[in-house]
């Protein structure tokens, strides 16, 4: 078990620190959650940290269902499908502000190991604001099992096809 959350640590560190890259600039931090959905890392910008630590965003938070009601990261755990939870969706009055936008991360037997997780404080009343950064959350989510696949099976030789031989 700490050899698998090392592993996915490892093949998800540059892609939480270029997700966060990319939505930064509209105040959102980065969270990766493990299967029980405990914050195992994250990024933020570190003026901003404060804000997100009251908004209960930091690392040991947890955000299973049990703990926190609806939110991102619980659904995922639920459904183990990507979601967008907006602003009044949220269960907590307290995350009413918040939007999330989270994607289930899965390893070589389809288990799942975590959950990647977008989340800004504030945002605009429109829940179709939120559809790129679901979908960039989604794309990072795939790259990170990639990189747990591939580290997986370093020790194996891998053949990679493609339909287009241009």
Known sequence: MQHREESFLRASGQCLSRLHEMVRE???CV???DAQGVTIDYRVDKDRRHDFKRAGLYLGSCWSESEE???GV???LLDGQPITVHRIDHFRAAFTTLTCSASPIFG????????LDASAVRS???RESQ????HIVRQSALLIEDAYF??????????LAHRNRH
């Open 69 to 71: 009601g609806t939110c």
């Open 31 to 33: 969270m990766l959650t």
């Open 150 to 159: 591939l580290n997986a099976v370093a020790d194996c030789w891998i053949l």
């Open 26 to 28: 509209a105040d959102y």
């Open 124 to 126: 605009p009343d429109d």
């Open 108 to 115: 070589l037997h389809d288990e799942l190991l975590g959950v």
């Open 74 to 76: 619980a659904t995922v």
């Open 131 to 134: 559809r790129l950064v679901n």
